[in-house]
């Protein structure tokens, strides 16, 4: 099926739209009712510290994002500055808050923009690897904000059916309601440069390498204690009976842009790898009842 030509007006369009329809959430708007903390505690207190810490480090995002995106244009500016910060960091705020209602330890974002960013920073100063940078920028926020929406639809799910609607009718899904207008936002951006030919075959041969080689999943920050809060999440969130699928979902977006060509491969194999990686790092660390490694 043919698919709609995006261009960078319907990008704008979409932007604005964001911003009409959903303004940051206030913690005044949170009904801060919680009828069996323990019982939440004990099937998502994991899962929410982990969302906590990563809504938060939508600050770092930022920084990345300048370091990467030095000539950053007009819409892809409003969009982090104006609907994309104000709404991430509210999430943030609102779920750490949860969290201490529910007796666990603030969450601690990590907030320092690592080596690897830095080079590739570096080297976007020339127009080509600018390019493939914002190719992978757009692919990167496209992944994890799916996996945002996933994780959201199953928290939802789960809370409901334990009778937390309080928790569920004010703070999940009105941050689940957010999460798609991203999604959309990073897709259109990647799909975009694609259609209209931005990257020649080497760039784009380039981004395929970049990608394979960087891929994390979201708040894993390429650093093995956070995959293996990630593979706890996933465990939690029962998507590991049906990693494969999960990498599918995740994957969609690439494996259309980046991988069209390749017969046979109906998701990009670095995803699915990643996740039995941080699954395998949740289990050989004793699960979530181990203590805390001492060291960072
Ligand atoms: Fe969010
Ligand atoms: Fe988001």
């Given at each position: 099926m043919p698919r709609q030509l995006i261009t960078q007006q319907k990008i704008a369009e979409h932007v604005q739209r964001l911003g009409e329809l959903y303004p940051p959430i206030s913690l005044?708007?949170?009904?801060?009712?919680?009828?069996?903390p323990d019982l939440v505690v004990s099937k998502y207190g994991h899962v929410l510290d982990y969302l906590a810490r990563v809504e938060l480090e939508v600050d770092r995002n930022i920084l990345e994002l300048l370091v990467l995106l030095p000539d950053v244009v007009d819409t892809n500016r409003m969009f982090y500055a104006d609907v994309w910060q104000p709404q991430e960091i509210q999430h943030g705020l609102i779920l750490d808050r949860l969290q201490q209602d529910l007796g666990r330890k603030p969450a601690e974002p990590h907030l320092e923009v690592s080596f690897k960013i830095k080079i590739l920073g570096a080297l976007a100063n020339l127009k080509p690897i600018q390019e493939v940078a914002k190719l992978l920028y757009f692919l990167t926020g496209a992944s994890t904000e799916r996996q945002a929406v996933l994780a959201y639809n199953q928290i939802n799910t789960g809370l409901k059916e334990l009778g937390e609607d309080a928790i569920s009718e004010t703070i999940i899904t009105p941050i689940k309601q957010q999460e798609p207008g991203h999604f959309a936002f990073y897709q259109m951006s990647a799909t975009k440069m694609v259609q209209h030919n931005e990257l020649k075959p080497w760039q784009l041969f380039l981004t395929r390498v970049l990608r394979e080689k960087s891929y994390n999943l979201v708040?894993?920050?390429?650093m093995d204690k956070y995959k293996a809060d990630m593979g706890g999440v996933v465990v939690d969130l029962g998507l590991d009976d049906d990693l494969a699928g999960y990498a599918r979902e995740v994957g969609r977006v690439e494996q259309r842009l980046?991988?069209?060509?390749?017969?046979?491969?109906?998701?990009?194999?670095y995803i699915l790898k990643a996740l039995r990686e941080s699954v395998e790092l949740y289990l050989e660390r004793g699960g979530l009842n181990a203590p805390e490694p001492a060291t960072a």
């Open positions: 005044d708007s949170v009904d801060r009712t919680i009828k069996r708040g894993t920050n390429a980046l991988w069209a060509h390749r017969q046979g491969m109906d998701f990009p194999p």
